[in-house]
T-cell receptor, first 115, second 111 residues
Framework: NAGVTQTPKFQVLKTGQSMTLQCAQD?????MSWYRQDPGMGLRLIHY???????DQGEVPNGYNVSRSTTEDFPLRLLSAAPSQTSVYFC??????????????FGPGTRLLVL | GNSVTQMEGPVTLSEEAFLTINCTYT??????LFWYVQYPGEGLQLLLK?????DKGSNKGFEATYRKETTSFHLEKGSVQVSDSAVYFC??????????FGGGTRLMVKP
């Protein structure tokens, strides 16, 4: 099992450019989510999905789009990058929404710099 | 709403010292509580968790007890090692699988 994988590891964008951060998991997890990590603010939830075809907004969704066409993949799209989106992005997955299966498995992160 | 507050770092300790990282929370109902650890250059890993009041989570010598009366989940370790140097995040889960994180506490252990 590769677990949760993310690509790229590091990316530099210019303001207004678009890009997609990739996330994949091979554990057949139903639940997937995207967080951003900023200094002193912990991780904040951007979007999440409880299964293929179902997505919803988290705490800080503005400027980001997601889709979930398969169980394995959950890409995060920035349509028009802004400097405020400079951050480290983590994808996570977990088996289901049952209260006893709350452990989330995190990918290694994507560091994004928007100039 | 939900919130998690943890002590600001960095916390710098000598090897074999006692560690406490404070964490308090605000939530309705009965959240589950977690400590995650992030080693340099890596993603977060679950360190321990507790799902109800008075539960004690433990792993790798770390412990934390769910204290509902004080809404706290402080992380402790009796003797830290250099390899424990990392950033520690306290978090809660109050609905589905959405985690609310504290700001993180960086721990540096010197030999």
């Amino acid at each position: 099992n590769a677990g949760v994988t993310q690509t790229p590891k590091f990316q530099v964008l210019k303001t207004g450019q678009s890009m997609t951060l990739q996330c994949a998991q091979d554990m057949n997890h139903e639940y997937m989510s995207w967080y951003r990590q900023d200094p002193g603010m912990g991780l904040r939830l951007i979007h999440y999905s409880v299964g293929a075809g179902i997505t919803d907004q988290g705490e800080v969704p503005n400027g980001y789009n997601v889709s979930r066409s398969t169980t394995e993949d959950f890409p995060l799209r920035l349509l028009s990058a802004a400097p405020s989106q400079t951050s480290v992005y983590f994808c996570a997955s977990s088996p289901n929404r049952d209260r006893d299966s709350e452990t989330q498995y995190f990918g290694p992160g994507t560091r994004l710099l928007v100039l | 709403g939900n919130s998690v507050t943890q002590m600001e770092g960095p916390v710098t300790l000598s090897e074999e010292a006692f560690l406490t990282i404070n964490c308090t929370y605000t939530a309705t109902g009965y959240p589950s509580l977690f400590w995650y650890v992030q080693y340099p250059g890596e993603g977060l890993q679950l360190l321990l968790k507790a799902t109800k009041a008075d539960d004690k989570g433990s792993n790798k010598g770390f412990e934390a007890t769910y204290r509902k009366e004080t809404t706290s989940f402080h992380l402790e370790k009796g003797s830290v090692q250099v390899s424990d140097s990392a950033v520690y995040f306290c978090a809660l889960n109050n609905a589905g699988n959405m985690l609310t994180f504290g700001g993180g506490t960086r721990l540096m252990v010197k030999p």
